[in-house]
């Protein structure tokens, strides 16, 4: 009966905020939201990433270790979303950030934390960072179809990632003064951003059930067996591969829709949002499931 309260501690608060994102969003929607998404990008994201990889106890190793575990869970989430896209008789290049790059912040961040504490949120961390990395390298060239290495300049996550890896790699202590400020930063944006997915689910539109209902299946059901398979693979144990299934396990990522808003057609866009909406609400029934298994054998 233990895990399953557990359960509940895990996943309450999440759903919790981002139902009160959507009413707020029901409410008022011609909300301006566009604060929330400068913070989160520019000041949130990159204060969660240091926050979450210097001060938590993850080792280099470690980043390095599920670094290239992400890596290869990503490869493979593409692999079988072109067999999806072609399948579906879709647009393949730019129709394949949202089955490639899960919802590791927004939503796989506080989950990882509630469940595993702050060893889970630096792991968690490690393999967000690496999926913020490539929305603004892959994802771009992806749904513009060009490589833009000046974005890439402009992103402030990319520079957090870059110092958190030289404060982990030399083994320097984080100041004090800079763990409490980017502590009491990351769980504003934690909050902020996950009441920024409900207002989200309120705008964007499924255009096509079906295709995004079958595309949502590679996101929320094979993703987690893809992410088990590599756990069994490599023979990952403990809280690291509780937090790296689950986040296997995350829906679409919102940022998918917001690039691709600037880059591709709006066809393309539409078929990206309606996967992003339909792969959150069954994540809300699939994700119980994942962290109950989690929980169960990797604690």
């Known amino acids: 009966m233990d895990i399953y309260f557990k359960l509940f501690e895990v996943l309450f608060p999440v759903f919790f905020m981002v139902g009160i994102g959507y009413f707020i969003g029901k409410k008022n929607p011609k909300l301006d939201t566009s604060f929330i998404t400068n913070f989160a990008a520019n000041v949130g994201s990159p204060a969660m990433v240091f926050y979450a990889i210097t001060t938590t106890g993850v080792t280099f190793t470690m980043f390095i270790e599920y670094f290239w575990y992400s890596l290869i869970a990503i490869f493979a989430f593409a692999l079988v979303g072109v067999i999806f896209l072609v399948f579906l008789k879709k647009e393949i290049i730019r129709e394949l950030p949202p089955f490639v790059l899960p919802n590791v912040g927004n939503m796989g961040l506080p989950i ?93 539109k499924v255009f096509s059930f079906k295709s995004a209902f079958i595309s949502s299946i590679c996101r929320v059901f094979i993703g987690p067996l893809i992410g088990l398979g590599i756990i069994k693979m490599f023979n990952l144990s403990g809280f690291a591969a509780g937090v790296f299934l689950i986040q296997c396990a995350m829906p679409s990522a919102v940022l998918t829709y917001l690039i691709g808003s600037m880059y591709s057609p709006k066809k393309i866009v539409d078929s990206i949002a309606s996967m992003i909406v339909v792969s959150t609400i069954m994540s809300f029934i699939t994700l119980p499931i994942v962290v109950f298994f989690a929980l169960k054998y990797f604690y």
């Open 112 to 204: 990882c934390l509630f469940a595993y504490g702050d060893l889970g949120l630096g792991i968690a961390a490690t393999i967000s960072s690496l999926v913020i990395f490539f929305h603004f390298t892959i994802n771009v060239f992806l749904a513009s179809k060009k490589f833009s290495f000046k974005l890439l300049l402009q992103s402030p996550p990319v520079y957090a990632i870059i110092i958190s890896i030289i404060f982990i790699y030399y083994e320097i202590e984080t100041p004090v003064f800079l763990v409490n400020t980017t502590m009491i930063t990351a769980y504003t944006a934690i909050f902020l951003i996950l009441m920024s997915l409900g207002i989200a689910l309120t705008r964007l």
